[in-house]
C-alpha cells in the first residue's frame, strides 16, 4: 500500500473523534489512504501532496514549515476524513450472502439495512467521480498516440440518487398501495 501520512496515534492525540486504542492499526489504514487520495490530494493538488508523501517516507529532509504544516493542519484534516469514512463502514463485511454487519460477539451477521448500503454508495460514487476527474486532468498520449479529444466522453457522471417514491393507487377503488413499496 502506499504512503499513509498519519497512524492510529493522530486519533488517539488529535481529541477530534471518540476513538478506541483497541483498534488495530491495519483496520485504518485502508480509509486513512482513501481519504488522502480522494478527499486531501484533489484540495490540496499534486505537487503539494506529493511533497507532504516525499516528506512522510524521508522525514529526515530539513522541511520544517511542510513537517509543521502536516502535523498541524493536515493531519486533523485527514483523522476528521479517514474517520467519516471508517465509521460509515465499521462492524460491515462483504459476505457471499451480500453486505452485513456485525450481530454479536460470536459472529453471527445481519443484512445491512437500505440507508447503511446508502452510505457506503454516495462515498464509492463521489470516489470514483474524483478518481475520474484527477484521470481527465492528465494527458492522453499513449505510445505516440494522442487521445485527448476523446476525453469530453469522459465527464463524470451524475451521482446516484436515490429513487423517488411514487404512490400507487387501486384505479377502482383509490385506495393506496404506499405501504406496498
Same mark, same amino acid.
Given at each position: 500500500? $502506499?504512503?499513509?501520512?498519519?497512524?492510529?496515534?493522530?486519533? &488517539?492525540? !488529535?481529541? %477530534?473523534v471518540k476513538f478506541s486504542p483497541n483498534? #488495530? @492499526?491495519?483496520?485504518?489504514?485502508?480509509?486513512?489512504? $482513501?481519504?488522502?487520495?480522494?478527499?486531501?490530494?484533489?484540495? &490540496?493538488? !499534486?505537487? %503539494?501532496?506529493?511533497?507532504?508523501?516525499?516528506? #512522510? @517516507?524521508?522525514?529526515?529532509?530539513?522541511?520544517?514549515?511542510?513537517?509543521?504544516?502536516?502535523?498541524?493542519?493536515?493531519?486533523?484534516f485527514l483523522v476528521l476524513t479517514a474517520?467519516?469514512?471508517?465509521? #460509515?463502514?465499521?462492524?460491515?463485511?462483504?459476505?457471499?450472502?451480500?453486505?452485513?454487519?456485525?450481530?454479536?460477539?460470536?459472529g453471527t451477521f445481519n443484512q445491512a439495512?437500505?440507508?447503511?448500503?446508502?452510505?457506503?454508495?454516495?462515498?464509492?460514487?463521489?470516489?470514483?467521480?474524483?478518481?475520474?476527474?484527477?484521470?481527465?486532468?492528465?494527458?492522453?498520449?499513449?505510445?505516440?498516440?494522442?487521445?485527448?479529444?476523446?476525453?469530453?466522453?469522459?465527464?463524470?457522471?451524475?451521482?446516484?440518487?436515490?429513487?423517488?417514491?411514487?404512490?400507487?393507487?387501486?384505479?377502482?377503488?383509490?385506495?393506496?398501495?404506499?405501504?406496498?413499496?
Open positions: 500500500m $502506499a504512503t499513509i501520512l498519519i497512524s492510529k496515534a493522530d486519533f &488517539l492525540a !488529535a481529541n %477530534l483498534i #488495530a @492499526e491495519d483496520q485504518l489504514a485502508p480509509y486513512v489512504y $482513501a481519504a488522502q487520495e480522494y478527499d486531501l490530494e484533489p484540495r &490540496l493538488g !499534486a505537487d %503539494l501532496y506529493g511533497d507532504l508523501v516525499s516528506y #512522510a @517516507e524521508n522525514p529526515t529532509a530539513s522541511r520544517p514549515q511542510l513537517q509543521a504544516f502536516l502535523v498541524k493542519e493536515v493531519s486533523r474517520y467519516k469514512r471508517f465509521i #460509515a463502514a465499521h462492524g460491515m463485511n462483504v459476505t457471499q450472502f451480500g453486505l452485513t454487519k456485525t450481530n454479536d460477539p460470536q439495512e437500505a440507508a447503511e448500503r446508502a452510505v457506503i454508495l454516495r462515498q464509492v460514487d463521489a470516489d470514483a467521480n474524483v478518481a475520474m476527474g484527477k484521470m481527465l486532468s492528465k494527458t492522453f498520449t499513449f505510445d505516440g498516440v494522442n487521445y485527448s479529444k476523446d476525453k469530453q466522453r469522459l465527464k463524470p457522471s451524475a451521482t446516484i440518487r436515490a429513487p423517488k417514491r411514487v404512490t400507487l393507487r387501486d384505479p377502482y377503488s383509490g385506495t393506496s398501495y404506499k405501504d406496498l413499496l
